[in-house]
T-cell receptor, first 115, second 111 residues
Framework: DTAVSQTPKYLVTQMGNDKSIKCEQN?????MYWYKQDSKKFLKIMFS???????INETVPNRFSPKSPDKAHLNLHINSLELGDSAVYFC??????????????FGPGTRLTVL | DQQVKQNSPSLSVQEGRISILNCDYT??????FLWYKKYPAEGPTFLIS?????DKNEDGRFTVFLNKSAKHLSLHIVPSQPGDSAVYFC??????????FGKGTSLLVTP
């Protein structure tokens, strides 16, 4: 069973469209994250939710909105897609008790291509 | 501003020899460090970690060394195996929940 899963794995879309990426973890973790890996391969935090509450919101355009329906899911909605949004998006999770330590478990990534 | 730096984008090592991957950081508040391994088209997977109260942590073929005064850590893999060929990311926690990643070093272990 996959610990952290993301759908879809690949997403190709036109500029201006709205799209969503879904993430689910079956590890019972309280904290979930979205990271973006850009064309320079740099992995950067976007958002973090702890028990369905937003705890990290880095400088990300407000076209990006995370939604956590329950602590096992953290979805990422992107409105009005732009060319620069093309990247690989990784979901991750960790146990809340390990704030500032302990590993984060990553999903396989979603490669978003905006044409 | 990048606070975790991996200045070698790639490294090639012969099978059986030692691989040494280096990482430097600038934020003195970092107190927990991790190494992740990543294969193409997969997510990063955790390899080994070290707390700032230690200077060495070992797990099988993998050892991480931390030099706090130099703000430097290194990952040693010995002996290196072809299956170790991957991109290795150094990461550190700040005071919150987020991991700060380096840009990665691509390791190639040749037979």
């Amino acid at each position: 069973d996959t610990a952290v899963s993301q759908t879809p794995k690949y997403l190709v879309t036109q500029m201006g469209n709205d799209k969503s990426i879904k993430c689910e973890q079956n590890l019972g973790h309280d904290t979930m994250y979205w990271y973006k890996q850009d064309s320079k391969k740099f992995l950067k935090i976007m958002f973090s939710y702890n028990n369905k509450e937003l705890i990290i919101n880095e400088t990300v355009p407000n076209r990006f909105s995370p939604k956590s329906p329950d602590k096992a899911h953290l979805n990422l909605h992107i409105n009005s897609l732009e060319l620069g949004d093309s990247a690989v998006y990784f979901c991750a999770s960790s146990q809340e008790g390990h704030r500032g330590s302990g590993e984060q478990f990553f999903g396989p990534g979603t490669r978003l291509t905006v044409l | 501003d990048q606070q975790v730096k991996q200045n070698s984008p790639s490294l090639s090592v012969q099978e059986g020899r030692i691989s040494i991957l280096n990482c430097d950081y600038t934020n003195s508040m970092f107190d927990y460090f991790l190494w992740y391994k990543k294969y193409p088209a997969e997510g990063p997977t955790f390899l080994i970690s070290i707390s700032s109260i230690k200077d060495k942590n070992e797990d099988g073929r993998f050892t991480v060394f931390l030099n706090k005064s130099a703000k430097h850590l290194s990952l040693h893999i010995v002996p290196s195996q072809p299956g170790d060929s991957a991109v290795y990311f150094c990461a550190a926690y700040d005071s919150g929940y987020a991991l700060n990643f380096g840009k990665g070093t691509s390791l190639l272990v040749t037979p």
